[in-house]
């Protein structure tokens, strides 16, 4: 089973801050996801992506994906209290089964 | 209109009983998914389902049981509660082929 590790586990910053969270794998992977949990509810689709080096930006949100093709990196700009939450990177297998990264939670402060 | 709804939201029970979770989606997807994020939110795949027809089933307690009524339907049965099940229970839908799983509210059981 291939693991994902994300960095970091937990991470808190002030309003207008800039971040980076990271996922990493052992083996190369063909595609990957990246979701936002908010607190009480389901993890959302971000983005995925497919091919390696490909950048890819949503506002405010820029996601990586590795050169190698065994790691992703999300940054986000100017970061808001509306973006708190739990960041997920996953994987998907046959049947589409979605594997999951360990996460970080991030909390935006005023 | 919520796309995927589970009820209850809340579930506080004894160890030793039974109990079910709910999920309904009105999506029109094929596919439907139980994952269970534990408390550090490790969030794992349980079972999907595709067109009422059983796909995954990671090494889950043979004491859950999902049920898919119809393709819109994916409840899940747990027999004989224990502590460890604890968890916060994700369901999801998709199409069999689509590469965006919409995932509903949860359901945070707490065995005693």
């Known amino acids: 089973t291939q693991l994902l590790e994300q960095s970091p586990q937990f991470l808190s910053i002030q309003e207008g801050e800039n971040l980076t969270v990271y996922c990493n794998s052992s083996?190369?992977?063909?595609?990957l996801q990246w979701y936002r949990q908010e607190p009480g509810e389901g993890p959302v689709l971000l983005v995925t992506?497919?091919?390696?080096?490909e950048v890819k930006k949503l506002k405010r949100l820029t996601f990586q994906f590795g050169d190698a093709r065994k790691d992703s990196s999300l940054h986000i700009t100017a970061a808001q209290t509306g973006d708190t939450g739990l960041y997920l990177c996953?994987?998907?297998?046959?049947?589409?089964?979605?594997?999951f990264g360990t996460g970080t939670q991030l909390k935006v402060e005023l | 209109d919520t796309a995927v709804s589970q009820t209850p939201k809340y579930l506080v029970t004894q160890m030793g009983n039974d109990k079910s979770i709910k999920c309904e989606q009105n999506?029109?997807?094929?596919?439907m998914y139980w994952y269970k994020q534990d408390s550090k939110k490790f969030l794992k795949i349980m079972f999907s389902?595709?067109?009422?027809?059983?796909?995954i089933n990671e090494t889950v307690p043979n004491r859950f049981s999902p049920k898919s009524p119809d393709k819109a339907h994916l409840n899940l049965h747990i027999n004989s509660l224990e502590l460890g099940d604890s968890a916060v229970y994700f369901c999801?839908?998709?199409?069999?082929?689509?590469?965006?799983?919409?995932f509903g509210p949860g359901t945070r059981l707490t065995v005693l």
């Open positions: 999801a839908s998709s199409q069999p082929q689509g590469d965006t799983q919409y």
């Open positions: 083996s190369v992977f063909s595609s």
């Open positions: 992506v497919v091919t390696g080096g």
């Open positions: 996953a994987l998907t297998g046959g049947g589409n089964k979605l594997t």
């Open positions: 999506l029109g997807h094929d596919t």
């Open positions: 389902y595709n067109n009422k027809e059983l796909i």
